[in-house]
Each structure stands twice: as structure tokens, then as C-alpha cells.
């Protein structure tokens, strides 16, 4: 009977119980057995038989009863893997940032380190250093917005270079992303815009010309586009390049205003107390948005900054 008992047992404590009181140290088995001695050879085999068996059934019942206890929990939590997720609205990058993290990846690969510059400009490094002195008329080829203390918004990124050949002197080998402002809104002109600019420096042995200016946009041209890109030049004015271009990038049947650039004016780099007998070298300067509406094939640079969800989601990026 005390198998039916152990049978019967329902909760693991209970069973624990039981079980000590035949294996524990005063148990009833556990005495039994140190009796052994006393017993004959028959009732030796049998009391053993009968030790194991107890054993097992005290094991296999604990098993059952935890199986038992595993199962109800089990009922309790059901899980329908069958059911839906919920759907999850995860975010993405902003396009112009997807593209600027292509274009910062692409001058990196290139050698170029990445500097940053202030929003807020003196005129000495927006205009005067850049070889655009005060009354120069080049500066009517930027509207710009004025500070009552004589400070202007950035209008160019090229403010960013004199500031790097101020502190890194030559050789130097920069480039720069940032935002720029100037007085004017169309489809393709947004009062504040990004701008990626470029300078490379070297020794004049080193004969950094203007064929390597060229190519060295081509290579970037093509990675960023992931084509072979053609491009025309066409003779341009910058006060602080000399010789001055622009260049025109083949797109579908089009030919499109990519970028502009040419050799560093030597003032520009007297300017930042770098010899222009020791040193030359070419500057570069595109719209960055102007460069991912390309890419996208947008024809309205303000969609990028309308903040419209919908048109984010759907714009393919
Ligand atoms: N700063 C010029 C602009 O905003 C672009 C530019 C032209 C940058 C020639 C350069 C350069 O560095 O060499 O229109």
C-alpha cells in the first residue's frame, strides 16, 4: 500500500515527504536495511528488491508529476504562432543623408580627410581670403544674407578650405560637407543648401594640374553614379581658381551642371601663408542635394525639404 500511496501523490512536496519518510535518515527503509545483517539470505534479495523498486517508483512518479505541472503551464500560455506581427514602422535614413554617407565614404576611399567649418562666417573667410575682397563684383554672384555685426551666413563651402590651409598649412588634402545659405528659392535654388568641397595641395614636383583635378572628379563621379560618367568642361570664373571650370556630366540624352572647380589662385594661398612657388593644387565645389536630385532623378530640390512622409516613403529610397 504504500505503492498505491506514492501512486496517488499529486504534488512534489508531498511526495518529498514521503519519500523521507522510507529513504530520509530514520526512514523506514533506511532502517529496515541497516537490519540486514540480521537477515537471512531469501529476505536480503527480497528487501533489496523491494528497495529498488521503491526507488523507481518514487523517480517515475516525480517524473510524471512534473510533466504534469510543465503541461498545465503550457495550456495556460498558449502561443498561436499562426497570428499576424505586428506590423513594425521602422525609419530610414533621410535621403540626402543616405547620399551624403555614399559621398563622404567615396572621398575617404580617395585619401581625403573630412573637415567641418562654422555656419555663421567672418567676411575674411567667406569672401576676402577666397581672393574676393570687398567691392570685388564677384560677390554679387552671391546673394547673401548679412549679420547685423558684418558676419553672413555661410554662402560657400569654400569658406571651410581657407579655414583647413589656415591650420594645416600644405600639403593638404580636404574635403567638406555643409550647409550654405544664400537669398534665393526656385525648383532648383533653396535658401539653405548643401555643398560638398574639395582641396588638394601638394608640392608643385608633385604637379597636382588641372587633368588631375579632372580625373580625380571622374573617379568619383562614376562611383557615386555606379556608371561611367562623360564629362565636358566648360571655362568658367571663380575669383579663387585660376584657371576656373565647370563640368558637365552626360545624363540620359541631357548634359547637366555637375560641378566647378579649377587651380587654387596663388593669392588664395598666400592668403593662408602657403607659397604658391612651392605649392599648387586644385579646389572643388558642387550642391550636394543638387547631386542626390541627379542620382534620384528629382526635378524639385524642395521635396527634400517639405518633410512630406509620404513622398519620403515613396521616393524609392
Ligand atoms: N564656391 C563656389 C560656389 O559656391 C563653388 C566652387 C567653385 C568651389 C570653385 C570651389 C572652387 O572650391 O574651386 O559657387
Redo the contacts with the bound molecule.
Keep these: 500500500m504504500l505503492k498505491e500511496k506514492i501512486k496517488n501523490i499529486e504534488s512534489l512536496e508531498e511526495l518529498q515527504e514521503l519519500y523521507t519518510s522510507v529513504f530520509g535518515k530514520n526512514g523506514t527503509m533506511t532502517v529496515r536495511l541497516k537490519d540486514m545483517k540480521n537477515l537471512g539470505n531469501d529476505e536480503r534479495a527480497e528487501l533489496n528488491r523491494e528497495n529498488t523498486e521503491l526507488r523507481e517508483l518514487f523517480k517515475s512518479r516525480q517524473v510524471e508529476i512534473e510533466n504534469a505541472v510543465l503541461n498545465a503551464e503550457l495550456s495556460k500560455q498558449k502561443l498561436d504562432v499562426s497570428l499576424d506581427a505586428e506590423p513594425k514602422n521602422r525609419g530610414t535614413l533621410h535621403p540626402l543623408t543616405q547620399s551624403l554617407k555614399e559621398v563622404v565614404a567615396i572621398f575617404e576611399s580617395m585619401g581625403y580627410t573630412m573637415m567641418t567649418g562654422p555656419e555663421i562666417e567672418d567676411d575674411w573667410h567667406n569672401f576676402t581670403a577666397l581672393n574676393t575682397p570687398e567691392y570685388h563684383p564677384a560677390r554679387d554672384m552671391q546673394d547673401t544674407f548679412f549679420l547685423e555685426n558684418g558676419n553672413v551666413m555661410r554662402t560657400?563651402t569654400?569658406a571651410i578650405?581657407i579655414r583647413a590651409m589656415e591650420k594645416f598649412g600644405a600639403p593638404i588634402k580636404m574635403f567638406a560637407v555643409g550647409k550654405t545659405y544664400r537669398k534665393e528659392m526656385d525648383a532648383t535654388h533653396a535658401p539653405s543648401f548643401g555643398?560638398i568641397?574639395g582641396l588638394y595641395i601638394d608640392t608643385v614636383e608633385k604637379n597636382i594640374n588641372l587633368s588631375a583635378f579632372i580625373g580625380t572628379l571622374r573617379a568619383f563621379a562614376s562611383k557615386y553614379f555606379e556608371r561611367e560618367v562623360e564629362f565636358r568642361i566648360r571655362p568658367s570664373y571663380?575669383p579663387?581658381?585660376d584657371p576656373?571650370v565647370e563640368i558637365d556630366m552626360k545624363w540620359g540624352n541631357k548634359w547637366l551642371e555637375l560641378l566647378?572647380?579649377?587651380m587654387v589662385h596663388p593669392n588664395v594661398l598666400r592668403n593662408c601663408g602657403i607659397d604658391p612657388n612651392k605649392y599648387q593644387g586644385f579646389?572643388?565645389?558642387f550642391g550636394w542635394d543638387r547631386l542626390a536630385m541627379v542620382k534620384y532623378g528629382l526635378n524639385d530640390l524642395r521635396a527634400f525639404y517639405d518633410g512630406d512622409v509620404r513622398w519620403l516613403k515613396n521616393s524609392g529610397f
Excluded: H, K, L, P
Design positions: 560657400q569654400s578650405q555643398q568641397e571663380f579663387f581658381t576656373s566647378c572647380g579649377g579646389a572643388f565645389g
